[in-house]
């Protein structure tokens, strides 16, 4: 260590320890009293392996006996989303005041609510596999998708958070999706509501709010944003409806934009990419930018008027 450090590092190590002293959160150095991120990720790929058995084997077994498998998974998934459960509740101000073996008893309430719940997650996320593979002509097969497509990852991870998020469970339900949404840059907070049948092809840049509604059949592309219409309320609008309802059989191209706790999009529209909408539009409607004025820059100059009747820029992903 070079000289200068040595004869600074005794001050700086006590600025840094004393700089804890001032009672902010930030100043937290409780490690074991919050929820471990990398247990919770865990937690989620055991959740995948339950959910989707033939497609996360476990190597390191000898022999792979699916059901003796799958009742130790069970049993490791439950033991320690047990125990991530009773870490988020303490911050749970309702439960302020409970003493630790009333959370503990919530905790195994939530635990055993939460795995009942995996055969209907299953139902759901068998309807979004079909979608899947019958919307997208690159799709090789149901296997693939199961095994390379960062959408359903995203949507699995969602569906299991929001089964916690309905439960109460605070912050562990945002911690995983805040995995998928680092894995796959698409971003589906925990409140969301969605239907059977959700697509999402490609997924870069998708953020779907936390009072969102989804129907089904609900196909979206990349960079849609279903958010919030204006944030300046700041925590005035918690438990307010602030992101728009999709009503069953909308597809939403990419880069399009739909904000607004009452904007309601019907049953059967189409929205264009870039669109920016804030008002409803009703069931059956197509809205998408003016057409472009395209200019070249060649041996001569050139403005095209560009002009794509429905049926082409309908299939244009």
Known sequence: MSKLICDNISEIISDI?????????????????????????????????????GYYVDRTYKIY?????????????????????????????KLQGKSEEEI????????????????EIREYLDT???ALYVGDPAAESKDAIIIAYPGLFAIS??????????????????????????????DINPGATIGKYF????????VVGETTIIGENVKIYQGVTLGALSTRGGRGLIDKKRHPTIEDN????????????????????????????????????KVNVANQELQFDGEGYKKVNESADDKEWFYII
């Not at 697509?199 to 998708?206: L, P, Y």
């Not at 990419?254 to 069931?283: E, H, M, Q, R, W």
């Open 250 to 285: 909308v597809t939403i191209y990419s880069g399009a934009s739909i904000l607004g706790g009452d904007t309601v999009i019907g049953k059967g529209s189409v929205i264009g990419g870039n669109v920016f909408l804030t008002k409803s539009v009703p069931a059956g409607t």
């Open 157 to 186: 991870v969602q569906r299991y958070a929001h089964v916690l998020y309905q439960l109460g469970v605070p912050m562990l339900p945002r911690v995983m999706t805040e995995h998928a949404h680092s894995r796959t840059g698409i």
């Open 199 to 206: 697509f999402i092809d490609h997924g870069t840049g998708v």
């Open 65 to 93: 006996n699916i059901n003796t498998t799958l009742a130790a998974l069970i049993e490791d998934v439950s033991y320690n989303l047990n125990k991530q459960i009773a870490l988020a509740l303490h911050f749970d101000e």
């Open 128 to 130: 979004d596999i079909e």
């Open 104 to 119: 503990q008893c919530i905790a195994e309430d939530y635990t055993v609510k939460f795995m009942k719940k995996i055969p």
């Open 17 to 53: 320890t004393n700089d804890y002293e001032k009672g902010r959160p930030i100043d937290k150095q409780d490690i074991f009293g919050t929820p471990d991120r990398y247990i919770v990720r865990d937690i989620i790929d055991k959740l995948n392996r339950i959910v989707y058995a």
